[in-house]
Each structure stands twice: as structure tokens, then as C-alpha cells.
């Protein structure tokens, strides 16, 4: 975070298997909280993201599902965010 805020540009979170660790992801939110930093999206563990991998594909290009979706809707919302200029 201290790049982040010596060049003042913006930051996002996006938190990765939220769901195995619970207390660590308060942690990550609660951290965010205090810096003010955005957390844009909270992606489950999925089995989908390591079958991608072993292709050698993207999740996107991998399967339509719901991480997939997920992934869309969260890289949407940071370009929403940076393109309107509505960081905050």
C-alpha cells in the first residue's frame, strides 16, 4: 500500500477464497476499512479456478459459471471506478 499511496493512485481488493478463512478475511476487510481501500469483490474457493489452471486457460476462458460472472462483474466495476474517475 505504500506504492500505492506515494504515487496516489487507486487500490482495490479483491479478496480470494474468502470462504476457508473466515477470521482472516475480517482481517483483510477490517485492514481495508482503516486505509480506505475498496474491497470490490469477495471470490469463493472454487475447484474451477485450479481446473483452469491445469488447462492452462483463464477462468473465463475456461467456464461460464458463476466465478466466472463473478470475475466480469468485479473487473467491471474497477473499470467502472477508474474510467469515471469515482475512486473512494
Known amino acids: 500500500m505504500g506504492v500505492v499511496k506515494h504515487f496516489n493512485i487507486p487500490a482495490f481488493v479483491c479478496i480470494n477464497k474468502y470462504n476457508i478463512n473466515l477470521e482472516n478475511t475480517e482481517a483483510i476487510e ?28 483463464t477462468i473465463i476462458e475456461y467456464s461460464d459459471g458463476d466465478l466466472s460472472q ?8 474497477i473499470e467502472d471506478k477508474i474510467t469515471n474517475d469515482k475512486i473512494g
Open 70 to 77: 463473478m470475475l466480469k462483474d468485479i473487473w467491471s466495476q
Open 30 to 57: 477490517k485492514y481495508c476499512r482503516e486505509n480506505y481501500v475498496e474491497v470490490v469483490g469477495k471470490l469463493p474457493y472454487n475447484t474451477v479456478a485450479t481446473e483452469a489452471m491445469i488447462k492452462k486457460m
